[in-house]
């Protein structure tokens, strides 16, 4: 079974740009969080997707959004990208059954570097 | 509110035992768990423990958890040079997602 892949894998832009990423998650698995990672803030929670809503939502700015496909697949847009949004974005993938545990796998991540 | 919080550095000698602490502060915490990262690699699930549990145990790996001063360990025996990476602590109230981490400790070990 193939694992969560991430694209792009690295990601350059400059300040004011928008960017998307993209997370395929494993097959039959129907939630997909997202993850920002950086030096200073560590690993922090952007948001989860389950069945195409967003049914988990961390602290982060209306510039980050994302959305599901039917697919399960999703996408995750930065607007007005802010040298502060480098950072190594990971995506984990889960069934996303809520009554009991549920691993979550993760991608290898896409790094962005904002000039 | 969600806070997990764990030391930043640790190191051992090749052989010797690891324990990485970690203290969180959501009491509705069901699944507490602990990752590994190696240098550009992504997150590894290393074990979990339910919230009702107070030890598990898994090869070299055994996780402690005391609920009553939330505080969460993981002891790897005879520590190998390959387990030198960044182990994070982390917490959810449901099932995997939503997943609060810390800081993560980043082992060193000594040949």
């Known amino acids: 079974k193939a694992g969560v892949t991430q694209t792009p894998r690295y990601l350059i832009k400059t300040r004011g740009q928008q960017v998307t990423l993209s997370c395929s998650p494993i097959?039959?698995?129907?939630?997909v969080s997202w993850y920002q990672q950086t030096p200073g803030q560590g690993l922090q929670f952007l948001f989860e997707?389950?069945?195409?809503?967003?049914?988990n939502k961390g602290n982060f700015p209306g510039r980050f959004s994302g959305r599901q496909f039917s697919n399960s697949r999703s996408e995750m847009n930065v607007s007005t990208l802010e040298l502060g949004d480098s950072a190594l974005y990971l995506c984990?993938?889960?069934?996303?059954?809520?009554?009991?545990?549920?691993?979550?796998?993760f991608g290898p991540g896409t790094r962005l570097t904002v000039l | 509110g969600e806070d997990v919080e764990q030391s930043l550095f640790l190191s051992v000698r090749e052989g010797d035992s690891s324990v990485i602490n970690c203290t969180y502060t959501?009491?509705?915490?069901?699944?507490l768990y602990w990752y590994k990262q190696e240098p550009g690699a992504g997150l590894q699930l290393l074990t979990y423990?339910?919230?009702?549990?107070d030890m598990k145990q898994d090869q070299r790996l055994t996780v402690l958890l005391n609920k009553k001063d939330k505080h969460l360990s993981l002891r790897i025996a005879d520590t190998q040079t390959g387990d030198s990476a960044i182990y994070f602590c982390?917490?959810?109230?449901?099932?995997?997602?939503?997943?609060?981490f810390g800081a993560g400790t980043r082992l060193f070990v000594k040949a």
């Open positions: 423990i339910f919230s009702n549990m």
């Open positions: 997707y389950f069945s195409e809503t967003q049914r």
């Open positions: 984990a993938s889960s069934l996303g059954d809520s009554n009991s545990y549920n691993e979550q796998f």
């Open positions: 982390a917490e959810s109230r449901g099932g995997g997602f939503k997943t609060i």
């Open positions: 097959s039959g698995h129907r939630s």
């Open positions: 959501d009491s509705s915490s069901t699944y």
